[in-house]
């Protein structure tokens, strides 16, 4: 099976632009999360999606959202992008339909806010 | 709270030795803890997990954990250590009433010295 894709690779934006990254998730699998990684705060989750629904969601303002597609094709948004927002994403998916979330992540997207 | 700790931001050991990275956590009811490593550049990859029975768990790449409930801990561990172990790593725990969120610790470098 193919694994966890996510587009683009990297990003460069200014302050107050939007950006909008995507992920593929594996085959089959129905659930995406969405994570934020920066050097001091480790992992911050976003928000999960499942089967077109937001399941969860963390602490993150409105800024922050993300959409599921029927094809399980996640997206996420965020629009007028702060400098703090430069981090790596990284996107999971799991089955989403047993009840231990095994994760498979993809390479992430890196991005910059100038 | 739930919560996971990951008490060494970094971890240095020479190629052959031993490793032990440490992770405590709290969680209310049974835990379900997870190891994930990540490359540089790269999405975190799954290397083990606990959900119920035997206290060690071995994993890919040759390491193993050891899920000590009266020490509320899950050490992860290895005979030997690689060159190509060098990476960062991350303990997670999962608690099926915690709004099926796992929870991330903060990220453990390994350097393995030649």
């Known amino acids: 099976k193919a694994g966890v894709t996510q587009t683009p690779r990297y990003l460069i934006k200014t302050r107050g632009q939007q950006v909008t990254l995507s992920c593929s998730p594996i085959s089959g699998h129905r659930s995406v999360s969405w994570y934020q990684q920066t050097p001091g705060q480790g992992l911050q989750f976003l928000f999960e999606?499942?089967?077109?629904?937001?399941?969860n969601k963390g602490n993150f303002p409105g800024r922050f959202s993300g959409r599921q597609f029927s094809n399980s094709r996640s997206e996420m948004n965020v629009s007028t992008l702060e400098l703090g927002d430069s981090a790596l994403y990284l996107c999971?998916?799991?089955?989403?339909?047993?009840?231990?979330?095994?994760?498979?992540f993809g390479p992430g997207t890196r991005l910059t806010v100038l | 709270a739930q919560s996971v700790a990951q008490p060494e931001d970094q971890v240095k050991v020479a190629e052959g030795n031993p490793l032990t990275v440490k992770c405590t956590y709290s969680?209310?009811?049974?835990?379900?803890l997870f190891w994930y490593v990540q490359y540089p550049n790269r999405g975190l990859q799954f290397l083990l997990k606990y959900i119920t029975g035997d206290n060690l768990v071995k994993g890919s790449y040759g390491f193993e954990a050891e899920f000590n409930k009266s020490q509320t801990s899950f050490h992860l561990k290895k005979p030997s250590a690689l060159v190509s172990d060098s990476a960062l790593y991350f303990c997670?725990?999962?608690?099926?009433?915690?709004?099926?969120?796992?929870?991330w610790g903060l990220g453990t470098s390994l350097a393995v010295n030649p």
């Open positions: 999606y499942f089967s077109e629904t937001q399941r």
């Open positions: 999971a998916s799991s089955s989403g339909t047993s009840g231990i979330p095994e994760q498979f």
């Open positions: 969680v209310s009811g049974n835990p379900y």
């Open positions: 997670a725990v999962y608690n099926a009433g915690n709004n099926r969120k796992l929870i």
